[in-house]
């Protein structure tokens, strides 16, 4: 006998072991358009994850935001690298010692966090369940727009600023791009560009062309 | 209770089965139609030689693409090489899971509905970008990139159309967006959102990849595009896909703008009922609509393209959003 409840947690351990597992392979693989494309399989198991708590919006975002469109754009870069394959020695270098301590600084930091910080919030046994008729885009909604509107708001408008800045950064015209401006092409006037010349009809002296 | 189980599991399967076979039919079909459309509109026949008026053609192009030999390129990885085309096939499968053809008649209700169709549209780039990769041809590569800028700009504009849908329905779930079109032609989402409609066709035609964006493809450029490489029933999974997703654009189109399965006429008659047909009729419109854009206007050039999304389209929809915003307060027509 399986319970619906046996049967999600059935799926959550299948999903959950594919997230770490895509996770690890995305660091440790050589060829990065194969780490690129794990990452995107660790991102959609994620989703999954969240679409078993009933988080079905917020899932259903991460897919199209992260894979739709921000890993479109890091493949579309990783495509274009030249890719050599790296020697063992690169691994090896000092870099590498610096960043073990990082991760195993952080991994303290999150079990601290959840071991001893986060004990009591924590479901122990049950699965979260929302009644039904629960609508997770309204709930959003209504967090983001009604409780959080000042916050939500002013986090859009540092975003804004962010990318007007980027590109006026890093927007550089040329001198010799030869790139001719696409609304004046469309825009133009035939009157201004040709002159039509009206003369009299040639008249041959009767040999054969 | 267990058995239970398999049976959702198991009419679940049922389901799927008895969309994706229609819709397998529908694409054939569609090749036939969009070669005689065009036939008709170059003052020509189109296929007529297989069978009566042509109608078997299309099983004679399939049973010619499966009979072919898959080529693999030289030095092509060749895992990423095969699922690609299986990438972009089933997400173009995918999406139908929430399309609703009439009142109920819809194999998933979910209220993210509308998020899931676009997140779903845009997956199927994974498919065209990792086979132009895999290929190792200079051709494939050039088609995946631009296709992939393509896709990107254009789901922008794509997307705030849906925002000015969901504003006037206020609900991601397509069935009630369809049921807020309740009431006749003249409730339907496409006059107060009409520039947002022509918009979302518009993305739509460019996030296909069809004539006159088709510049992923571009065969008087860079031959064929993403596909170049592909041969036998590998490239007719391409196919597949890319009918699919025509498809559904055009499906929800009908959806989001004309009133999905409710009917145009009046009164009390046979014809005024709404019912699956008229839903497929709408679609079908759109379907005719894409085969006339390409028997009718030139390929788009690549720069004019990204031009046209990013500062023509995008405007305009950000400013139809505040004024069906506007509308919507207000109460204005009978729409809102």
Same mark, same amino acid.
């Given at each position: 006998m399986m319970s619906p409840e046996l049967f999600q947690q059935l799926l959550f351990y299948v999903f959950a072991t594919m997230t770490v597992g895509s996770a690890m392979a995305v660091v440790s693989v050589k060829n990065t358009v194969y780490a690129a494309l794990f990452l995107v399989l660790c991102f959609f198991n994620t989703a999954v994850l969240w679409m078993l708590i009933e988080a079905e919006f917020l899932a259903i975002t991460l897919v199209l935001v992260y894979v739709g469109a921000v890993m479109v754009l890091f493949l579309f870069v990783v495509m274009m690298l030249d890719i050599k394959k790296p020697k063992a020695a690169i691994l090896k270098q000092s870099y590498t010692k610096a960043a073990l301590l990082i991760v195993g600084a952080m991994l303290v930091e999150l079990m601290m966090l959840f071991g001893y910080k986060l004990q009591d919030q924590l479901p122990q046994d049950e699965l979260i369940r929302m009644p039904a008729g629960y609508s997770n885009v309204a709930e959003v909604g209504e967090e983001l727009f009604i409780h959080y509107v000042y916050p939500f708001e002013i986090a859009a408008v540092i975003l804004l600023v962010a990318i007007v800045a980027a590109i006026s950064l890093t927007l550089r015209k040329r001198p010799e791009n030869k790139t001719i401006d696409a609304s004046k092409q469309i825009n133009i006037n035939p009157a201004e560009r040709m002159r039509v010349v009206s003369m009299k009809a040639e008249k041959g002296n009767g040999e054969k062309s | 209770m267990i058995w239970d189980q398999i049976w959702v599991i198991v009419w679940t399967l049922i389901k799927i089965i008895a969309i994706v076979l229609p819709l397998i039919l529908a694409v054939a079909y569609a090749t036939y139609f969009e070669r005689k459309v065009i036939g008709f509109m170059h003052a020509r026949m189109g296929p007529n030689r297989v069978g009566p008026w042509g109608l078997l053609q299309p099983f004679a192009d399939v049973f010619k693409l499966l009979t072919k030999e898959i080529i693999f390129p030289s030095n092509a990885n060749k895992f990423l090489f095969l699922i690609a085309p299986v990438i972009t096939l089933a997400t173009a499968f995918a999406a139908?899971?929430?399309?609703?053809?009439?009142? /109920?008649?819809?194999l998933a209700d979910i209220n993210a509905g509308l998020v899931y169709i676009l997140a779903m549209t845009s997956l199927g780039v994974y498919g065209v970008i990792i086979a132009g990769w895999a290929s190792n041809s200079k051709y494939a590569l050039l088609g995946a990139l631009r296709s992939a800028a393509q896709i990107v700009s254009y789901e922008i504009a794509m997307g705030f159309a849906l925002v000015g849908v969901l504003i006037a329905a206020g609900s991601l779930n397509l069935t009630e967006i369809v049921e807020g079109q309740a009431g006749g032609l003249h409730h339907w989402y496409f006059i107060p959102l009409f520039p947002l409609f022509v918009i979302y066709f518009i993305s739509g035609v460019a996030e296909t990849n069809?004539?006159?964006?088709d510049v992923a493809e571009g065969e008087s450029e860079i031959?064929? /595009?993403?596909?170049?490489?592909y041969a036998g029933s590998a490239f007719a999974v391409f196919f597949l896909a890319e009918y699919a997703n025509m498809i559904i654009i055009s499906a929800l189109a009908a959806i989001m703008f004309l009133g999905g399965w409710y009917s145009p006429i009046p009164g009390d008659s046979i014809f005024a009922q709404p019912s699956v047909f008229w839903f497929l009729a709408k679609a079908c419109v759109f379907m005719f609509f894409y085969f006339w854009f390409r028997a009718s206007f030139p390929r788009y050039r690549y720069d004019q393209i990204m031009r046209l999304g990013w500062k023509v389209f995008i405007p305009i929809t950000i400013v139809w959003i505040m004024v069906v915003a506007v509308m919507r307060v207000y109460h204005i027509g009978p729409w809102f």
């Open positions: - | 139908w899971a929430v399309v609703p053809f009439s009142d /109920g008649l819809v069809r004539a006159p964006f031959v064929a /595009g993403f596909h170049v490489e």
